[in-house]
């Protein structure tokens, strides 16, 4: 049984049993494996990051500074839901400061109110508020028929498993101040 290594013009073959085997081969081998490694673990991290960010976000989280945001005068906010749009400066993966537009169906309930995130807890598109004639005054998902009930409950039966999240917030000379994204399960 042989088993020797000859040098040919700079690659290597290595000779056993009469088979032979580049060795240069297996470091190309290898190569290819690590860029493939890099490249799926590139796209996989591009898919990752907006779930995380979803995870982490609306970036009013607790202990960040000036996590209220004016949305709306208090005069605005009656018993029916309202969808109300808001911009924070938001710092993602590649971009510092950027202006990111959020919104939230806000309504009075007796003396308090209640600011709930349109973001459905199904798969994450967004919920309006009784634009589904079949189930009048609730919060209708069109993307799988997710249904909530007005203050934010997912309807068992229907895709999502838990309630719609719901802003923290404050009143202030006669403005809503949304704050910390309260999520719920
Ligand atoms: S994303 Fe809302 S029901 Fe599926």
New binding site residues.
């Given amino acids: 049984m042989s088993d020797h290594t000859l040098d040919h013009g700079g690659a290597k073959w290595r000779e056993n049993a009469g088979r032979q085997e580049n060795v240069n081969e297996i470091t190309r081998r290898q190569f290819l494996t690590y860029t493939l490694m890099g490249t799926g673990g590139f796209m996989v991290s591009t898919l990752l990051v907006p779930s995380v960010r979803y995870a982490v976000d609306p970036l009013l989280k607790k202990g960040e500074e000036e996590p209220y945001v004016p949305v709306a005068d208090v005069s605005e906010i009656g018993s029916e839901p309202k969808r109300f749009e808001f911009t924070l400066k938001v710092d993602d993966a590649w971009v510092k400061n950027q202006q990111t537009t959020y919104s939230a169906w806000v309504y009075k309930q007796g003396s308090d109110f209640v600011a709930l995130s349109p973001v459905?807890?199904?798969?994450?598109?967004t919920?309006s508020w009784n634009t589904s004639p079949q189930h009048p005054e609730m919060f209708y998902?069109?993307?799988?028929?997710?249904l909530y009930t007005k203050d934010g409950i997912n309807v068992p039966g229907?895709?999502?498993r838990a309630p719609l999240d719901m802003y923290d917030y404050k009143v202030e000379n006669g403005k809503l101040y949304l704050g910390p994204l309260i999520q719920r399960t």
């Fill in positions: 459905c807890k199904h798969l994450g598109c919920v998902c069109p993307c799988h028929g997710g229907t895709p999502p």
